[in-house]
Each structure stands twice: as structure tokens, then as C-alpha cells.
């Protein structure tokens, strides 16, 4: 989890505050709330997974995400357009699509049977708003 904040929050060379990126502590707090959310949440359900396997699936499961921040990173330096973005767009979803299936695989299996829509909808919401925030990043 820490590499995909250190490599979304990355400005390139310049270091001054006009850049228009994300703060460190922003993604950071994103991150590590919505990791110890969804974890909380699978307890209150009944599941019978303990706190830090869940918080090891989610963070292992943002690895998809992760490649996908440097696939369209590699992408923005390329020249902007609608191909640029809709590139990115596959890419993002592609692998969004692949960290909850990855991610609701073992944390919906270890909730009781009617509560695993509950469960993996946080899931769903947490990569999401990762997702759009690699999707929606760029450099200024």
C-alpha cells in the first residue's frame, strides 16, 4: 500500500506546490482508512477472518491497481488526447475488475452466506475511489 501512495503522489522533478497532485497524507489516510474500514466492517458482519489477514488481502489486492498507476503513468508521456485517456481508462478498469474479484474471493467466503453482499460492497466502493483516483491524475 505505501508503494502505490509513494508512486500516485510522485510530481516528477519539481517541487514546488503548484504541482496539482495529490498530498501524501490525502492518499495515505484514503488508503489505510478504507483498508481498516472494510476490515471492521467484515468483523461487525460475523466473518471469521482475523483483523490483519483482511487488512493483508486488501493491501496485497491493490497490487492490480498499482501496476495499473504505472501503466498510465507511462501512458501520460505520451501526448494527451482521447486515445490517451481511453487507454487509460481499459487499463484502470482492467485491473479494478481484477482487484475485487481477487479481493471478495477470500473475503466473502469468510461471511456468513447472508451477509456477503454486505461485505463486498465496501470492497467495491474502496478500489473504486482508488481507481478514479489513478484514473484521474495528471501532471501538471
Same mark, same amino acid.
Given at each position: 500500500m505505501l508503494f502505490l501512495c509513494l508512486r500516485m503522489l510522485?510530481?516528477?522533478f519539481a517541487d514546488n506546490e503548484k504541482d496539482g497532485g495529490p498530498h501524501f497524507a490525502?492518499? +495515505?489516510v484514503i488508503v489505510w482508512f478504507g483498508a481498516v474500514t472494510?476490515? #471492521?466492517n467484515s468483523k461487525l458482519l460475523g466473518g471469521n477472518i482475523s483483523f490483519f489477514q483482511s487488512l493483508c488481502v486488501l493491501g496485497y489486492c491493490i497490487l492490480p491497481l498499482t501496476v495499473a498507476m504505472l501503466v498510465c503513468r507511462l501512458v501520460l508521456l505520451a501526448e494527451p488526447g482521447q486515445i490517451n485517456f481511453m487507454v487509460r481508462l481499459f487499463v484502470v478498469t482492467v485491473m479494478f475488475a481484477w482487484s475485487i474479484i481477487a479481493s471478495t474471493? +477470500? #473475503?466473502a467466503d469468510s461471511q456468513p452466506p447472508n451477509c456477503k453482499a454486505l461485505a463486498?460492497?465496501?470492497v467495491f466502493l474502496f478500489y473504486f475511489v482508488i481507481s478514479w483516483m489513478i484514473l484521474t491524475f495528471t501532471p501538471q
Open positions: 510522485q510530481r516528477g490525502e492518499v +495515505f472494510i476490515t #471492521l474471493a +477470500f #473475503l463486498v460492497y465496501p
